[in-house]
Nanobody, 127 residues
Framework: QVQLVESGGGLVQAGGSLRLSCAAS????????MGWFRQAPGKEREFVAG????????YYANSVKIRFTISRDNAKNTVYLQMNSLKPEDTAVYYC????????????????????WGQGTQVTVSP
C-alpha cells in the first residue's frame, strides 16, 4: 500500500510558477514509476508527466513539454512537478499517482494503469 499526499497548489497569475510536491508513505517508493495527472472541471483526467523509478527517464504531455519538469528524490520519498510559464488552461486539480512499472519499463499514460493516487491539489491560473 502506498499513500500519496500532494501539496504546493494555489492561485497564480498567468506566466507564473508553482512547484507541486507529492510525498509517499511507502519505503518501496523507489520501485514505482510516478506520474502527475490533472483534471479540469467537466473534463477527463489527463496525463501530465511521468518519471521512472530511477529518475533516468521522463515523459511529458505535449501541452506541458518545456514548461513543466518532473523530478524525484527517492531518499525523501517525494516526487515534484515544477510548473513554469503557467497558462489559464493549466487550471485543474493535480494528482500524483504511483505505477508498478511493466517489464518494458515504459512510462504509462493511462490513468487506469496507476495503482495508487493522492487526494489532489488545486492549481488555479488567473489571466
Amino acid at each position: 500500500q502506498v499513500q500519496l499526499v500532494e501539496s504546493g497548489g494555489g492561485l497564480v497569475q498567468a506566466g507564473g510558477s508553482l512547484r507541486l510536491s507529492c510525498a509517499a508513505s511507502a519505503s518501496t517508493f523507489s520501485a514505482y514509476t510516478m506520474g502527475w495527472f490533472r483534471q479540469a472541471p467537466g473534463k477527463e483526467r489527463e496525463f501530465v508527466a511521468g518519471i521512472t523509478w530511477s529518475g533516468a527517464s521522463t515523459y511529458y504531455a505535449n501541452s506541458v513539454k518545456i514548461r513543466f519538469t518532473i523530478s524525484r528524490d527517492n531518499a525523501k520519498n517525494t516526487v515534484y512537478l515544477q510548473m513554469n510559464s503557467l497558462k489559464p488552461e493549466d487550471t485543474a486539480v493535480y494528482y500524483c499517482a504511483a505505477d508498478r512499472p511493466p517489464l518494458s519499463g515504459n512510462i504509462r499514460t493511462a490513468s487506469w494503469e496507476y495503482d495508487y493516487w493522492g487526494q489532489g491539489t488545486q492549481v488555479t491560473v488567473s489571466p
